[in-house]
């Protein structure tokens, strides 16, 4: 389903593109460099792929005077990908942009100039930057319960095992490249939870072991490396994911959208950063009633975040019953937590919300 | 050195309280709570002790028709925390301020208030709230490198151990509390570093193999529970402690001076978290010289940190070196990140960096 080249395919592309430009030049014909136009405008909603996709623009740079410059910088970057890849070694987008400082006049001066040029390669690649030797700063995603994560010691060959069922407290960290780790389980299902806090309070009573699953904090809206984690975690191993966030807006359209489908801004990749399996079954607006959790007022950020995702999320525009979700919450105008549940005994989440939750498929949101 | 009481002590530190409060109202006195004023203005730092001490000024709060509900506050929150401990469980302050929904008049309307009590209880007692079972939501530090760490499972009494050695990619993640963690090495020393980027480059290379030493990613400036684990780390095996930071003032009085000796607003606990034998093998301004690396101008607000820290930081009144780096980066206009050393190599830092500030201790900053 998703597409991970072997190294030697990557370095083989790199060198497509550039022998391409060199044949051209050596003719004196203009070289051309395309990728896909990376744009909302330029994408799709469809349940059966799950993700938003692209629908085809692309935009050419021809090498001209005025090009010249990101010309060059866009070939620089695509052989230090291929260094980076042939010695096995990473880079951060912060590191590659500065060492770009010793390109002379093919230099970045700000990180965003070469973010975007790296954007661009891993479109026309077709491939995700983790792929091309290209690492985020920032990780995220915690790990907890029956599951053991193998990797293999690029050094020695030996495979290593992480068994993260062995935690009472603290958890196994997400590494920024995830595309080399293998997986063990007997797992049901994945949870994937919003907070830090609620995440050790379920990884502290061992609520994995009861459950039979895998426990993995987001910490907020889930980077790329934890989206990717989970997304072949449940493709290997065909297992369900829950989300459980707060009954907000910000756990609906930014945490649990983000998490199914990716994001608007880098549609190019979203087939590798999405989880279309996963299902909701965090708090919505009648879990506020029905619970009586304790609440917050809506703020005017809300209330406009909720009406935009109404008015423009092809992802909302597509289901119902998230357009009846939003709609009730702006309608009631307060927000609740997942903590909030808490008020209930700090434990009544473990014992009462998440099973009446999982045994109700009826109770989620698509 | 620090204060690790048994749960029993905790308990019947929390009873003590109880029991005077109680005894006090039977016979017809006005009960009183009493706990050191938590503020710079109770506050010196003494390099022997080695972090931001409270000086005894107490403030104490007798039990009248305006503060009843305070006072019932503390007691419950007392309450919360002795259940708490006595079932093996732990709340977030989050949490417990959910709790408080259930308690009618004495319910808290927003979680500073509940904070607050939390605090002052915690300054009441002398213990760190970790142990009365209030757990931080945020986490942070990712260890990897020579060191085992062992954790004990409260239902089965079975030691679990985490190699912190075997980890490719991939970090042992900090847990909220590690009151209880053990530990094995035969590191040389502890390295606490800025970014999760150079961290994943430094775990990526092995470099703790070759330096023997523990790898410790602080992300920005470090939570508690990641100065306390470096803490217990570096005491119970007598461990130096060096920090590598970006060149700029955010790393020296933000980060650095956090990690060493504490922070100002929470100065009754600070003997717990800081790290006083920490010493500074970050980005200098005579290092942005001499490497000649790439800098990005101060902006208006590093130099009022800057200004600021020259006239109020009581770490920085204490340290000529701390006052000359500071003027000097102030006079040079210029910060550095610790990955601009990415400009001679990805792996300088590696090959060069390192090992020169590691065999030269005139180039530390105290």
Tied chains: 1, 2.
């Excluded at 975007?116 to 790990?143: C, S, W, Y």
């Excluded at 909701?280 to 506020?288: K, L, S």
Aim: charge should be positive; hydrophobic fraction near 35%.
């Amino acid at each position: 389903m998703t597409k991970k080249l072997a190294n030697n395919e990557i370095v083989s592309s790199i060198k497509d593109v550039a022998d391409d430009v060199y044949t051209k030049i050596r003719g004196h014909k203009q070289p051309q460099l395309s990728s896909p136009l990376r744009a909302l405008s330029n994408v799709r909603y469809d349940p059966k792929a799950g993700y938003f996709e692209l629908v085809g623009k692309m935009k050419t740079s021809t090498l001209t005077a005025s090009s010249a410059k990101t010309f060059a910088q866009t070939l620089r970057m695509m052989a230090l990908s291929k260094q980076l890849v042939e010695t096995n070694d990473v880079a951060t987008k912060r590191e590659a942009y500065y060492v770009s400082k010793n390109w002379d006049e093919a230099r970045f001066n700000e990180q965003p100039e070469s973010d975007g040029v790296m954007d661009d390669i891993e479109a026309m690649l077709q491939v995700n930057r983790e792929q091309m030797g290209f690492t985020p700063e920032e990780k995220g995603g915690e790990v907890a319960g029956a599951l053991t994560v193998i990797e293999t010691d690029p050094e020695t060959g030996e495979e290593i095992k992480h068994d993260c069922s062995r935690f009472v407290s603290g958890s196994y960290s997400i590494p920024s490249s995830v595309e080399d780790l293998k997986f063990e389980t007997k797992a049901k299902f994945i949870l994937a939870i919003e907070t830090a806090g609620m995440h050790q309070r379920l990884v502290k009573h061992k609520y994995w072991q009861k459950a039979n699953c895998i426990l993995i904090s987001m910490g907020g809206v889930p980077t790329r490396a934890c989206r990717r984690f989970i997304r072949r975690l449940a493709d290997e191993k065909k297992l369900p994911v829950y989300a459980f966030t707060d009954g907000d807006l910000y756990g609906f359209t930014n945490i649990y959208r983000t998490l199914k489908v990716g994001s608007g801004n880098a549609a190019h990749i979203n087939k590798y950063f999405c989880v279309p399996q996963a299902k909701f079954i965090g708090v919505t607006t009648q879990d506020i009633i029905d619970y009586k959790l304790p609440t917050h007022p809506l703020s005017e950020i809300d209330i406009k975040r909720g009406k935009d995702a109404l008015k423009n999320d092809p992802f909302v525009l597509h289901y119902k019953p998230w357009q009846q979700a939003i709609k009730e919450m702006i309608q009631l105008r307060k927000r609740a937590e997942q903590q909030a549940l808490a008020q209930w005994g700090l434990n009544y989440v473990i014992t009462d919300y998440l099973p009446a939750k999982l045994s109700n498929p009826k109770s989620w949101l698509p």
